[in-house]
């Protein structure tokens, strides 16, 4: 694993307080003291807690969410080499899509977890996958970062995928940074794709750097702070480029560096900005009121650097958060945190599962006792890892805002709350109604007890459901899935993880009704002759299949005494 991760004795250089209403720095660490000491300390954490960083990075399909995230990490010496989504004979893959599935279609299909240290922060990036079928998975890291990266293809703007999750993060109150990304393809004009985040998003878009040229001719960016023009140079095969040179807006320096035409254009629109838009404000931008806007090229590494440094300077370390039983100050409280995630097998090595955890107060420290509200018991927390995409390495503590991943024996579930004696709960997570439903078959009997097992894990990611149908003669699996490629997805992960090819057959089902009854009243239910499949999850918990609304509704109104529950969506929430 990683030289970079973030462990203790940490260096207490640069901590930025987030609210200087609410905070008051602590004292600064000595070199004399001991540091694990000092770690837990009241100082110590408030200290720690306040250089961490946890962001996500969100958009539409194909917008460059993973290029980016490999570039950030190129340029934060966490690795050494880029490495590319489609890639070319002896090119790397990307860090962040190393599932098989995600490097054969080139696309992310699962959220991915990279911790790492830059200019004495401690960064927590989640890459989430953009496409609507997986998009479950992205509205449960929302819920466990505090800010988000919005990146846009330049041609393309706000696309209607980067709209939906834009509204998660407005309603969640996440601070949003943009990126507008694919600077070096012809694309719309900047000032225009300003005014369209104002016009689609609701919110004032506040450039702090802007593009030289664009398309073929885009050479780099003019920081609109400090008036320096840093250009770039293309380089091939993922290394790190190469600022070539800087120049003052004023200076005719500009024009041998950039060219006449491009200085004299950069000059008129920094005129232009100048009366056209609002200055960049802090609070605003943690209000949600102002989203920072930078210009780039993932790509070609133009303007990754300084959109990485900007990044850990303003998003924000962890804030407090709700809990049933009130705010929780993530410096002051003892520790808490929550399961976003589960995903098993990431290690060929280990084929075990890990569930991913949310610090949200406090220290975590190896071997720690923990409520588990769920199970109603206290427990020994298993050993934590810090996570690096696929690789891991252990680690003896973490802080509010770290995400740790907790070898997982059947101890936990998604959404699941520990905490250290709180006696809290944190709110549950998204859950969305499943709308396309399948058989799935092993292609050969032989495999049955990993196809079972291989089943029954992807139900504990939460990435698909398993459904049965009852009183069939075959107890054989229907899934349930909110997207079509889901169910690509689980048979990729049969395949390569468990060994067994399978078959699908879609079933022309588009949504599922829980049925809330007693199993003496079940035989009072009144089903519809036609449309409907009666279904039971693994604990007996019995749902109807229904074929169009139509059916739903005739369930409904033929069963007035019996509660049929549709699974709240927040889909739907955020489109209201
Ligand atoms: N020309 C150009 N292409 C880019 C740039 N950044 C990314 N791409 C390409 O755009 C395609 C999609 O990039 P990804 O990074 O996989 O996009 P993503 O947003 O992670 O996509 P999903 O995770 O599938 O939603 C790839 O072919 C990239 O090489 C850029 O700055 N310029
Ligand atoms: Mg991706």
Redesign the pocket.
Same mark, same amino acid.
């Given at each position: 694993m990683h030289r970079t991760g973030c462990g203790a004795p940490p260096s207490y250089d640069g901590c930025r307080t987030v609210d200087p209403a609410r905070y008051t720095p602590p004292p600064m660490a000595t070199l004399t003291e001991d540091p694990k000491v000092v770690a837990a300390s009241a100082e110590g954490v408030a200290a720690e807690v306040r250089r961490r960083r946890t962001f996500a990075?969100i958009?539409?399909?194909?917008?460059?969410?993973?290029?980016?995230?490999?570039k950030l990490l190129l340029y934060s010496g966490a690795i050494e080499l880029a490495g590319? #989504?489609?890639q070319k004979a002896q090119q790397r893959h990307?860090r962040?899509?190393w599932l098989a599935m995600?490097q054969k279609? =080139?696309?992310? #299909?699962t959220s991915t977890v990279l911790q790492f240290e830059y200019a004495g922060r401690c960064v927590n990036l989640l890459?989430?996958? =953009?496409?609507q079928d997986f998009s479950e998975d992205t509205y449960r890291v929302l819920t466990a970062v505090d800010s988000a990266v919005m990146?846009l293809?330049a041609a393309k703007g706000v696309e209607r995928?980067t709209l939906k999750l834009f509204e998660v993060c407005r309603r969640r109150g996440l601070p949003v940074l943009t990126f507008v990304?694919?600077?070096?393809?012809p694309g719309r004009d900047p000032l225009e794709l300003l005014d369209e985040i104002e016009r689609v998003l609701g919110m004032a878009a506040v450039p702090l750097n802007w593009p030289i040229g664009s398309g073929r001719e885009f050479q780099g960016v003019y920081e609109l702070g400090s008036g320096q023009i840093l250009r770039f140079e293309r380089l091939s095969r993922g290394e790190r480029a190469s600022l070539v040179g800087t120049a003052a807006l004023d200076s005719p320096a500009l024009d041998k560096l950039v060219g006449e035409r491009p200085a004299r254009e950069l000059r008129d629109a920094a005129e232009l900005l100048r009366g056209a838009t609002p200055a960049f404000d802090r609070e605003r931008f943690l209000a949600g009121a102002q989203t920072p806007v930078f210009f780039?090229?993932?790509?070609?590494n133009?303007g990754v650097q300084p959109f990485l440094e900007a990044l850990v300077d303003l998003a924000p370390s962890p804030p407090p958060r709700e809990s049933d039983r009130g705010i929780v100050d993530p410096e002051t409280s003892g520790f808490s945190g929550f399961v976003f995630k589960i995903q098993a097998n990431m290690d060929p090595q280990h084929r075990d599962s890990m569930a991913f955890l949310r610090v949200v107060s406090g220290r975590f420290e190896k071997g720690m006792a923990v409520d588990h509200p769920r199970l109603g018991r206290r427990l020994r927390l298993p050993r934590a890892h810090r996570v690096f995409a696929q690789e891991r390495e252990t680690t003896e503590e973490a802080f509010a805002g770290d995400v740790v991943g907790l070898v997982n024996p059947g101890l936990f579930v998604i959404g699941d709350t520990v905490s250290d004696g709180l006696g809290l709960t944190f709110p549950p997570l998204p859950r969305f109604a499943p709308e396309f439903f399948a058989r799935l078959r092993p292609e050969t009997t032989d495999k049955n007890k990993a196809f079972q097992k291989g089943l029954r894990q992807l139900e504990e990611e939460g990435a698909i459901q398993v459904l049965y149908e009852t009183g069939a003669v075959r107890r054989e699996p229907i899934l349930a899935a909110v997207g079509e490629l889901q169910f690509d997805l689980v048979q990729s992960r049969l395949e390569q993880e468990y060994r067994v090819g399978t078959r699908v057959d879609r079933l022309p089902y588009t949504s599922a009704l829980w049925v809330r009854a007693q199993a003496k009243q079940e035989g009072e239910l009144d089903w519809p002759l036609r449309g409907v499949m009666r279904v039971e999850d693994r604990s007996g918990q019995l749902a109807a299949l229904c074929e169009g609304r139509w059916v739903e509704d005739l369930l409904i109104e033929k069963n007035p005494k019996f509660e049929l529950v549709r699974i709240v969506d927040e889909r739907s929430l955020a489109a209201s």
């Amino acid at each position: 694993m990683h030289r970079t991760g973030c462990g203790a004795p940490p260096s207490y250089d640069g901590c930025r307080t987030v609210d200087p209403a609410r905070y008051t720095p602590p004292p600064m660490a000595t070199l004399t003291e001991d540091p694990k000491v000092v770690a837990a300390s009241a100082e110590g954490v408030a200290a720690e807690v306040r250089r961490r960083r946890t962001f996500a990075i969100i958009s539409h399909p194909d917008a460059g969410k993973t290029t980016l995230t490999e570039k950030l990490l190129l340029y934060s010496g966490a690795i050494e080499l880029a490495g590319a #989504v489609q890639q070319k004979a002896q090119q790397r893959h990307a860090r962040s899509d190393w599932l098989a599935m995600e490097q054969k279609r =080139g696309i992310s #299909v699962t959220s991915t977890v990279l911790q790492f240290e830059y200019a004495g922060r401690c960064v927590n990036l989640l890459d989430t996958p =953009g496409h609507q079928d997986f998009s479950e998975d992205t509205y449960r890291v929302l819920t466990a970062v505090d800010s988000a990266v919005m990146v846009l293809d330049a041609a393309k703007g706000v696309e209607r995928q980067t709209l939906k999750l834009f509204e998660v993060c407005r309603r969640r109150g996440l601070p949003v940074l943009t990126f507008v990304n694919k600077m070096d393809v012809p694309g719309r004009d900047p000032l225009e794709l300003l005014d369209e985040i104002e016009r689609v998003l609701g919110m004032a878009a506040v450039p702090l750097n802007w593009p030289i040229g664009s398309g073929r001719e885009f050479q780099g960016v003019y920081e609109l702070g400090s008036g320096q023009i840093l250009r770039f140079e293309r380089l091939s095969r993922g290394e790190r480029a190469s600022l070539v040179g800087t120049a003052a807006l004023d200076s005719p320096a500009l024009d041998k560096l950039v060219g006449e035409r491009p200085a004299r254009e950069l000059r008129d629109a920094a005129e232009l900005l100048r009366g056209a838009t609002p200055a960049f404000d802090r609070e605003r931008f943690l209000a949600g009121a102002q989203t920072p806007v930078f210009f780039g090229s993932a790509l070609n590494n133009f303007g990754v650097q300084p959109f990485l440094e900007a990044l850990v300077d303003l998003a924000p370390s962890p804030p407090p958060r709700e809990s049933d039983r009130g705010i929780v100050d993530p410096e002051t409280s003892g520790f808490s945190g929550f399961v976003f995630k589960i995903q098993a097998n990431m290690d060929p090595q280990h084929r075990d599962s890990m569930a991913f955890l949310r610090v949200v107060s406090g220290r975590f420290e190896k071997g720690m006792a923990v409520d588990h509200p769920r199970l109603g018991r206290r427990l020994r927390l298993p050993r934590a890892h810090r996570v690096f995409a696929q690789e891991r390495e252990t680690t003896e503590e973490a802080f509010a805002g770290d995400v740790v991943g907790l070898v997982n024996p059947g101890l936990f579930v998604i959404g699941d709350t520990v905490s250290d004696g709180l006696g809290l709960t944190f709110p549950p997570l998204p859950r969305f109604a499943p709308e396309f439903f399948a058989r799935l078959r092993p292609e050969t009997t032989d495999k049955n007890k990993a196809f079972q097992k291989g089943l029954r894990q992807l139900e504990e990611e939460g990435a698909i459901q398993v459904l049965y149908e009852t009183g069939a003669v075959r107890r054989e699996p229907i899934l349930a899935a909110v997207g079509e490629l889901q169910f690509d997805l689980v048979q990729s992960r049969l395949e390569q993880e468990y060994r067994v090819g399978t078959r699908v057959d879609r079933l022309p089902y588009t949504s599922a009704l829980w049925v809330r009854a007693q199993a003496k009243q079940e035989g009072e239910l009144d089903w519809p002759l036609r449309g409907v499949m009666r279904v039971e999850d693994r604990s007996g918990q019995l749902a109807a299949l229904c074929e169009g609304r139509w059916v739903e509704d005739l369930l409904i109104e033929k069963n007035p005494k019996f509660e049929l529950v549709r699974i709240v969506d927040e889909r739907s929430l955020a489109a209201s």
